[in-house]
């Protein structure tokens, strides 16, 4: 007789880049997981969660799935590994990175890591520890949020925004650059019930995404002129008498500077650079002024190009200008994920003092080509997929093709990057081992225990980290080591800790203050010096070319004239989860581009620039505005038919603040070819 199957329902939290922070109920039948859904922890969860972690038991249990430590057989990039121990693994590491720390060579060695986890527990903790040790240089993370950080810092000190579930209270939402219908999918329900109250919708994107076909206003400027639009309502707000003149001289400096900059732009100038009608940009400066609450959900789509931190800071200088602070529902939200004071360097123990060279993560084919810089021997990845994520495509694939090149990939699947590596090690997911993380948009904090044991041979983050710092001769007494001593050490080092810690125990969720929904300006307010708004803060305005809110061109060329954007899908976040979608996936093209260029739905085309080229399919797409292709990020290299993805086209330049890609400067052309690729 077959025993029966042991059935729980156990709970989880969800640390993946996205800004929900969705709480999970996770069903597992005799140690599989078998389903993953939401779970009301989290209120604004709400018992859903996305059709993407919802596909977690093809993630944990797939073919890509790496089950145990192996070494490279053969060439760099065939994916070829001979299994071995932990022990001949993580000893052949850390003898790697042992002998060039100890011929004081550590910046040799490169941590690259991004949002595959934002667990309190999973980066910037032992992994700190052992790179802080080693004198490694130290990695900017900068392809995404570092130009819109800077802004929001630079003018309110990364102060909280409007809570996601306040948006039902809103008589106006502007959604600017940001596509909660595929990412962060439970602003939606609020952005619903406000309609349902009377409430106006403005979006700001140039697709017409599902929101924009429901909006009472859509705007589809070319990428990169979001600026140019923001300035002119800033201007008009000025001139018809419509700026909040006592609130300014009450909360903000910079008022008469921020001003002078938008002289250039008229209506008709911003509809020109922007390629949309003055009106447009008008019925958008009247509904703001006219409509409270108001509140503006600024996305990171218009920070991606070379005018992207000014684009931020512009937007965000919008609520201080109008005067929309103060009252439920109104302001602006960018990430909240400075609600808490919580620090994960904290349980990473004592570390040097010194100052490694810092490499930023979009020149990452430049720094392994060794130019500008020292090179780099050992690369290390964990929570990132490089190959697919950062721009220059072909310039990273160069870097991770030299045979001198010492890489180590540390992943739960073999990712792109992890074909190129010389040593991979197997990396347990969320549910096989302990976390605490928070939300950037829901402002929650949730732990979580491991649901189910680690799948092969996977290992925790914390738990290798820790073990190769040992291997290394770096532990000193004291170092926090398992998941419990390194929660405790977060929380210890915050002055709300013990608030935090009742909070969890209790009810399994905390939220900053106690207060789920903070009203900016009553219960939050700039965590600047001052504690003022500063609308033109000297800092942003030296880092900046030409002054902070100063206009770069577009870089497109008669060669060239279709600009590529590669925004968020419904399918991966980030290339997270990129091994499940095994489909070709199409450029898609504004009908009349496509007719331009005798391209029909389904035909094989060359999309290229001086860059590299992507041979894939084509589709139409009347929802793109003219002179704008579209292949979304996270595709991997099984998703076209040249393995090539859109950062092949992406250049290495920056953006004007924080050092972020410019993932939508990619300019292209696209022609039909006649044979498959």
Partial sequence: MVAPAQIRSLPSV????????????????????????????????????????????????????????????????????????????????????????????????????????NGYLSQGTADARLFERLGASRLARTVCAAPSSSASTGLYGRMPGVALQ??????????????????????????????????????????????????????????????????????????????????????????????????????????RTARVAARDIERLARLYAESSPAAIRCGWGLERNRNGGSAVAAVLALPAVAGKFGVRGGGYTMSNSRAWDLEALAAAGELPSGAPREVNMNLLGETLLGRGGPGVDVLFVYNGNPLATIPDQEKVRAGLSREDLFTVVFDPVMTDTALYADVVLPAATFLERDEMSRGYGAMVLQEANAVIPPVGESRPNHEVFSDLTRRAGL?????????????????????????????????????????????????????????????????????????????????????????????????????????????????????????????????????????????????????????VVMLPKGLWSHNTLSGTTATALVPDSLTDLGGGACFNDARVQVVRIETPA
Wanted: charged share 25%; glycine share 10%; proline share 7%.
């Fill in 14 to 117: 969800c640390p993946l880049d996205c800004p929900d922070a969705c709480s999970l109920e996770v069903r597992v039948e005799d140690g599989r997981v078998v389903e993953v859904g939401g779970s009301r922890i989290n209120p604004i969860t709400a018992g859903y969660i996305c059709a993407k972690v919802r596909r977690l038991p093809d993630h944990l249990y797939g073919p890509r799935r790496i089950r145990h430590p192996g070494v490279r057989e053969g060439r760099k990039g065939e994916g070829c590994f001979r299994r071995v121990s932990w022990d001949e693994a993580l000893d052949l590491v850390a003898g790697k990175m042992r002998e060039l720390s100890r011929r004081g060579e550590g910046e040799r060695i490169l941590p690259f890591f991004y949002g595959g986890s």
């Fill in 166 to 271: 306040d948006y039902r209270h809103a008589k106006l939402i502007v959604l600017w650059g940001v596509n909660p219908s595929v990412s962060g999918i439970h602003l939606v329900p609020f952005l619903l019930e406000a309609r349902k109250r009377g409430a106006r919708l403005v979006v700001i994107d140039p697709r017409r995404t599902r929101l924009a076909e429901q909006a009472d206003l859509h705007i589809a400027p070319h990428p990169g002129t979001d600026l140019a639009i923001a300035m002119a309502v800033i201007r008009w707000l000025f001139e018809n008498g419509h700026a909040d003149e006592e609130f300014l001289a009450a909360h903000a400096s910079g008022a008469g500077e921020l001003y002078r900059r938008t002289f250039r732009w008229t209506l008709d100038e911003a509809s």
């Fill in 475 to 627: 532990s000193r007494p004291g170092d926090p080591q398992t998941s419990g001593e390194m929660k405790d050490a977060i929380l210890r080092a915050s002055p709300s800790g013990a608030a935090i810690r009742r909070a969890l125990d209790a009810d399994r969720i905390a939220f900053p203050g106690g207060n789920a929904a903070p009203v900016q300006f009553v219960d939050v307010f700039p965590l600047t010096a001052d504690g003022r708004i500063h609308l033109v803060p000297e800092g942003l305005d030296r880092e900046a070319p030409g002054g902070l809110y100063a206009f770069r061109p577009d870089p497109e060329s008669a060669e060239f004239p279709l600009a590529l954007i590669s925004p968020a899908s419904d399918r991966t976040i980030s290339s997270t989860l990129g091994e499940l979608r095994q489909e070709q996936v199409p450029i898609e093209m504004a009908p009349g581009d496509a007719e331009a260029r005798g391209v029909a739905d389904g035909d094989r085309v060359r999309v290229f620039n001086t860059l590299g080229e992507v041979f894939c399919f084509a589709r139409r797409n009347p929802s793109l505005r003219s002179g």
